[in-house]
């Protein structure tokens, strides 16, 4: 049972170049985010998806786009990478409702570096 | 909207000692609370959680967690760290009628010294 699984793990970009982060889960979750982590602000939502085809935006959306065609995956697209949008990118897939399904699961991450 | 607050950035502590790391939140519902760890180049994993029932929330390594609704607060103790306790700590709320959306602190870098 492989989890979350992030790739690349590590990656550097030119300022201008675009790429996809991709994240793939085997749990069936319907939830499914990505995240930002900077050094003191702890972990910032930029977008997530309650199902396939359901995508919103989080707390931090602006240069960054998703799709969710599929339950298992949910890449990040970065469209013209910017020095600002440097960071530990992090995947995290649960289930939506209930109680007992509270626990999100986290990939490895992917370090950025935009230069 | 939630939103948490760790007090603490990074908490230095002698093995053996204990430790509490503190976490406030502000929330205009009921929220689940949640500590998450983060070791070194790795993802985050879930530590405790609260949902409902007993304030006092244990986990498996030693840790506890107690929920104070007057005080919104959900801070974690260990009554003696380890070395191995050297991480990243996150506390995190949502919102049970939203989905399982995580609102996260700052997080706290717990460095346990020999």
């Known amino acids: 049972n492989a989890g979350v699984t992030q790739t690349p793990k590590f990656q550097v970009l030119k300022t201008g170049q675009s790429m996809t982060l991709q994240c793939a889960q085997d749990?069936?979750?319907?939830?499914m985010s990505w995240y930002r982590q900077d050094p003191g602000m702890g972990l910032r939502l930029i977008h997530y998806?309650?199902?396939?085809?359901?995508?919103d935006q989080g707390e931090v959306p602006n240069g960054y786009n998703v799709s969710r065609s599929t339950t298992e995956d949910f890449p990040l697209r970065l469209l013209s990478a910017a020095p600002s949008q440097t960071s530990v990118y992090f995947c995290?897939?649960?289930?939506?409702?209930?109680?007992?399904?509270?626990?999100?699961?986290f990939g490895q991450g992917t370090r950025l570096t935009v230069v | 909207a939630q939103s948490v607050t760790q007090l603490d950035s990074q908490v230095p502590v002698f093995e053996e000692a204990p430790v509490e790391l503190r976490c406030n939140y502000s929330?205009?519902?009921?929220?689940?609370l949640f500590w998450y760890v983060q070791y070194p180049n790795q993802g985050l994993q879930l530590l405790l959680k609260?949902?409902?029932?007993?304030?006092l929330v244990e986990s498996i390594n030693g840790f506890e967690a107690e929920f104070n609704k007057s005080q919104t607060s959900f801070h974690l103790r260990k009554p003696s760290v380890h070395i191995s306790d050297t991480a990243e700590y996150f506390c995190?709320?949502?919102?049970?009628?939203?989905?399982?959306?995580?609102?996260f602190g700052g997080g706290t870098r717990l460095m346990v010294k020999p």
């Open positions: 995290a897939s649960s289930y939506s409702w209930g109680m007992e399904n509270t626990e999100a699961f």
């Open positions: 749990m069936n979750h319907e939830y």
């Open positions: 998806s309650v199902g396939a085809g359901i995508t």
């Open positions: 929330s205009s519902v009921s929220v689940y």
């Open positions: 609260y949902l409902s029932g007993s304030t």
């Open positions: 995190a709320v949502s919102d049970p009628y939203a989905g399982n959306m995580l609102t």
